[in-house]
């Protein structure tokens, strides 16, 4: 598998100087003292919708008994189905991974560079007719203590007397992560960049979190790779009680705000897509 990095020179040299140079950008960000040169607050994105390739499962899908493993089209397993029929006996979902790492040690080898982390604002619990509990857990991958942008797992399960026990999984992980983790630009920097292109404030609810992206990019007639490091921003996007994104995790509803979103080379402050979804240039 070919992973190209993009190191443009005069972005690179660019972002060598970003502690000392100045600019001209008139735009108020409330950023103090951070310096951008100009070149990075007038760039048009990298890459549009156009650019992007597509991660295909839908004819690589294996069956083991009750499960179900699908290969992307790079010939990696990103998807795992484990499901138990509502009508077999529960005792068989004893014998079913009980935690997240059974599931990682018995289907990935994920390495010491990468591990599955609870996302506790997407778990749920509840009762349903008969009485029994269950309920659905998000687990996010991080490679190298930084978040992989669209990865993780949702694990839905039953509470019985011998505590949770899977009912199915599903989701993806990526295994052979490769990117340097280093970022060259902070997050303030990635904030001014994003804000001059919009030719907005930031403000006090403007986000930039650092994670790690594999992007599926059509070149030479065919989808290739590439991973970058990037600064997630999240800007206003008015008005938000009209702006509303609509996700579904487990079949539950989740409504969050819509926002101004760009995701920026951390290594070279190029902007590489910007949309105005949570979901922006996903395959």
Request: charged content about 25%.
């Amino acid at each position: 598998m070919n992973k190209t990095f993009i190191f443009g020179l005069s972005l690179w040299m660019a972002t060598l100087s970003l502690n000392s140079c100045s600019s001209s950008d008139s735009v108020d960000n409330g950023l103090g003292n951070t310096r951008v040169s100009e070149e990075l607050l007038n760039q048009e994105p990298l890459w549009t919708s156009e650019d992007f390739g597509y991660l295909d499962t839908s004819d690589y899908m294996t069956e083991q008994g009750t499960t179900w493993l699908w290969h992307d089209n790079f010939g990696r397993l990103t998807s795992i189905m484990l499901y138990i029929p509502a009508t077999m006996d529960i005792s068989v979902l004893y014998r079913s991974p009980s935690s997240v790492d059974q599931l990682n040690g018995l289907y990935y080898q994920l390495g010491n560079d990468n591990e599955l982390r609870i996302d506790s604002s997407h778990s749920y619990e509840f009762t349903g007719d008969t009485g029994m509990t269950s309920g659905f857990e998000r687990y996010d991958q991080y490679y190298k203590d930084v978040k992989v942008y669209g990865v993780g797992y949702t694990v839905n399960y039953y509470n019985t007397p011998m505590g949770k026990r899977l009912a199915y999984t599903n989701g993806r992980l990526l295994t052979d992560l490769s990117v340097d983790t280093t970022p060259l630009i902070t997050a303030d920097q990635a904030k001014r960049i994003f804000a001059s292109r919009l030719g907005e404030d930031v403000t006090k609810d403007w986000e930039a979190e650092l994670m790690v992206r594999e992007f599926v990019l059509k070149k030479n007639g065919k989808d290739e790779l590439e991973e970058h490091l990037v600064w997630h921003v999240k800007g206003s996007f008015y008005p938000e009680d009209e702006a509303k994104i609509i996700t579904y995790l487990s079949s539950t509803q989740i409504e969050e705000p819509l926002r101004h979103v760009a995701q920026i080379d951390a290594h070279t402050g190029r902007l590489l897509v910007e949309g105005h979804s949570l979901n922006i240039g996903q395959y």
